[in-house]
């Protein structure tokens, strides 16, 4: 779990990375007089706080800026359109990703005789059974794994939440890449492979 958190973490720093630095960019090149605009449109941004720049960030909502999003869809695979012949990762290898995910300080790697289910889909079948959101950073055109593994795991602490340890957990991995795009611990998305 630490792991995903770290590789969740490391992704998103990268990409706030690459958008501050686009920011700086556009500014830098912004005549001084001019204050930053709003991508495409031309409207000013009056700060961080300003009800058009918070829309124009909400998940779903029009781009803000293209080149920043350009730059997004380039770092990071499973934001890119799916290959035109795409090779997806097996089964077998999906399924043993998925159970070491279980290891965090709680909890050890699911054994491999640890019922396991799995099934290759669409992102919008992944979000019917799941009832996930849509995760605005993974292109809806890609396939991923959906893998249900009944072992232990332990849930993330917070100061006001003890870690918890789950029997099932269920996870969405990037077919081409591996890489887990959604996790529900405590969540049996599977009840049998496909």
């Given amino acids: 779990m630490e792991r995903k958190r770290i590789a969740a973490v490391v992704t998103s720093s990268i990409i706030v990375l690459v958008l501050v630095s686009v920011m700086v960019l556009i500014v830098a090149a912004a005549p001084l007089n001019s204050p930053p605009t709003a991508g495409s449109t031309g409207r000013p941004f009056s700060g961080p706080d300003d009800p058009a720049f918070l829309r124009c960030l909400a998940p779903g909502a029009k781009v803000c800026d293209p080149a920043a999003d350009a730059a997004r869809r380039v770092a990071n695979r499973e934001a890119q359109s799916p290959a035109t012949s795409p090779q997806h990762l097996s089964r077998q290898a999906v399924e043993a990703a998925a159970r070491s995910g279980a ?10 005789n640890a019922p396991t289910y799995s099934a290759l889909m669409t992102r919008q079948q992944f979000e019917a059974i799941s009832g996930e959101t849509r995760n605005e950073s993974v292109d809806s055109g890609r396939r991923v794994w959906v893998i249900t593994v009944h072992a232990p795991m332990a ?11 789950k029997d ?7 077919a081409e890449t591996g890489q887990w795009t959604d996790a529900c611990i405590g969540c049996a998305w599977l009840n049998a492979s496909r």
Avoid: G, H
């Fill in 168 to 174: 099932v957990y269920s996870v969405a991995l990037d």
């Fill in 155 to 165: 849930t993330s602490a917070s100061r006001s939440t003890p870690s918890q340890v």
């Fill in 103 to 112: 290891r965090t300080p709680l909890t050890p790697e699911a054994p491999a």
